[in-house]
């Protein structure tokens, strides 16, 4: 069997040895081939894939790597579906955008040639542009596809790129499967027109950027609250992402005069120099804008990922002592406030909607009903939320979607998650509760009291190359046919099976379908009202187990004393499923 695997890895690498290769990347598989032969196998044992993000992988040579090659291949594969699907477009119009990661700039322009190459228009942004940006354009320029370079909040080490479809959003079936298909076509480089027309290649940039500010700004809910607090103390850092490039117009076009962004984090930089992983679900990732909220006493701290379109927000706490909130707790303060203003100025008419994924906090679905708004749930992965708004245009309004990992959208003229939009309301918010005489956190306290205490962890195994694959592969096989029938003395009262589409009520032994498209997520739900969830992600090595538990509290409860009750019935969760 070794021999075997060793043989066909031997024949992929020669095909670039032999082939139509550049003489640097031949140098550097040589390299591998003497030096790091684990490495070696990692970079040729599959080709990179479009996953539930699009294609994502390590920079360097291989077929399992970010390299031009498999760009070039990747984009020749969706240009030839692209051609089948719209045979009557005179030209198929594509905008192309990228963040701030090493190599963007280069592969957005390795794109930009083979699109024109095959015929394309290419709509590129003359510099870094936010995802969302990126949605949105496809949609004001009447796109037919697009392609944000990026590798969102990943290590410094990848790149890859988000594939869009004609409604702005992340490819999903059938698209991104035939996508796949005609990609798995491509058995060579010279199937790839790589000679570009710099004639089809338009610059685009401030003119897409005053019009989708302006977007932005019409979210605006509570513009006299802001009047009044405009001197609120915002810090905010891009975490050397695009973010740097919009965030602080937008707040400034909201009206808000105190924004202090980090300096050394506001410079542009593949290398993230000044974080471990530029990553706002991190715990390190703001520690330079704590540093900078504590000297100042700021109101709110907001830190985007580099193609800023997540954001994380630190709050003061009773204390005056700075909080990071998950993604989920984001959310409810976020959803609560759209909704009550939405309330409020009499906008709501009975038929508006919100959407989270499976993953996400059942606080959102009480938040919800508290205003008669109904609450979908979709699958793991922003493209689902996405799809339900699309499959819902004309018959129900959308309001806001988000999901646990830092992502959220208000509106629908971008849609994918926007952290402009975001950042922009959640800053709204602020001066909203300061009207009120209350801060973000007493906002936060006021909706655990209403709705009950909630806490939520995202715990990660990651298992690399090859051998990890298969690890994780066996890990949910094993969840499956041995599942767990209490946990910390619990007893385990419902499973969901999103692959065989089963929801299990494990007392009775009822079996219901579950009316969602199959995706490998297994969740099993307590008698105690604890949720866990896992699913192996499909841009990274790794499983990710997603634990939520619940605290039902008669409000006058200490929130620091609740948080460590939750927190320490996650970390025996943790360990009793034997994660550490």
């Given amino acids: 069997m070794e021999q075997a695997l060793d043989k066909n890895l031997m024949e992929r690498v020669q095909v670039w040895l032999d082939g139509n290769y550049d003489n640097d990347t031949k140098a550097q598989i040589l390299d591998l081939m003497k030096n790091k032969p684990a490495e070696l196998s990692d970079a040729f044992y599959r080709d990179l894939e479009f996953g539930t993000g699009g294609l994502r992988g390590i920079m360097g040579p291989g077929t399992n790597r970010m390299n031009k090659y498999t760009v070039g291949m990747a984009t020749q594969g969706l240009a030839n579906y692209l051609k089948k699907v719209f045979p009557d477009a005179k030209p198929v119009k594509l905008a192309v955008s990228h963040d701030s990661r090493n190599n963007s700039r280069y592969f957005a322009e390795i794109v930009s040639e083979v699109l024109t190459a095959n015929g394309f228009r290419v709509y590129l942004f003359d510099d870094i542009r936010p995802t969302p940006e990126l949605s949105f354009a496809i949609r004001q320029l009447q796109c037919h596809s697009g392609i944000m370079i990026t590798a969102s909040h990943n290590p410094k080490e990848y790149n890859g790129y988000k594939a869009y479809w004609s409604d702005g959003a992340q490819m999903i079936a059938p698209h991104d499967v035939k996508v796949m298909e005609e990609v798995g076509k491509i058995h060579s480089i010279n199937n790839v027109k790589w000679n570009g027309n710099p004639a089809e290649i338009v610059r685009i940039g401030e003119d897409i950027d005053k019009i989708y500010l302006n977007k932005i700004l019409g979210l605006s809910l509570s513009p006299d609250s802001v009047k009044r607090h405009r001197d609120l103390k915002i810090v905010y850092t891009p ?5 740097r490039i919009l965030v602080p117009r937008i707040l400034s076009l909201y009206g808000f005069e105190n924004v202090s962004v980090v300096k050394e984090q506001a410079v542009a930089d593949g290398n993230f120099p000044t974080v471990h992983s530029p990553n706002p679900e991190e715990p390190g990732a703001m520690n330079m804008a704590l540093e900078l909220a504590r000297k100042i006493h700021a109101d709110l701290v907001m830190a985007t990922d580099p193609d800023a379109d997540r954001v994380g927000i630190a709050i003061p706490d009773k204390s005056g002592n700075y909080i990071r909130l998950n993604g989920n707790q984001t959310a409810a303060i976020l959803f609560y406030y759209v909704l009550t203003r939405w309330q409020e100025k009499k906008m709501l008419k009975g038929n508006e909607f919100i959407v989270k994924t499976i993953v996400t906090t059942d606080l959102l679905n009480e938040i919800a009903g508290k205003f008669d708004v109904t609450c979908f749930d979709c699958l793991t992965g922003f493209k689902y939320i996405a799809d339900v708004i699309r499959s819902n245009e004309g018959k129900l309004k959308y309001i806001i979607g988000g999901e646990e990992s830092f992502g959220y959208l208000a509106g629908d003229f971008v849609r994918d998650k926007d952290s402009l939009s975001a950042c922009s309301l959640i800053a709204e918010a602020a001066a909203w509760t ?4 209350q801060t973000l956190f007493d906002l936060l306290l006021q909706i655990y009291k209403e709705f009950g205490f909630y806490k939520e962890q995202l715990f990660s195994v990651t298992k690399k190359g090859k051998k990890g694959a298969d690890e994780i592969r066996k890990m949910m096989i094993d969840y499956r046919k041995n599942p767990m029938k209490e ?10 099976d999103l692959q065989s589409l089963k929801n299990m009520d494990v007392i009775t032994g ?6 969602l498209p199959a995706s ?3 969740q099993f739900f307590l008698e105690d009202g604890t949720k866990i969830s ?18 039902k509290g008669n ?15 996650i970390h025996q969760l943790i360990e009793a499923m034997h994660l550490t």
Wanted: charged share 30%; net charge positive; hydrophobic share 30%.
């Fill in 510 to 515: 009822n079996v219901q379908e579950i009316d």
């Fill in 534 to 551: 896992m699913r192996p992600s499909g841009t990274e090595p790794k499983i990710k187990f997603y634990f939520s538990v619940r605290h």
């Fill in 434 to 437: 300061a009207d009120r005489n």
């Fill in 487 to 496: 946990i910390c003395g619990c007893k385990v009262i419902q499973i969901k």
């Fill in 520 to 522: 490998n997520v297994l």
């Fill in 555 to 569: 409000g006058k409860e200490d929130y620091d004393q609740i948080m460590q009750i939750l927190d320490q019935k």
């Fill in 239 to 243: 975490l050397h992402g695009c973010g």
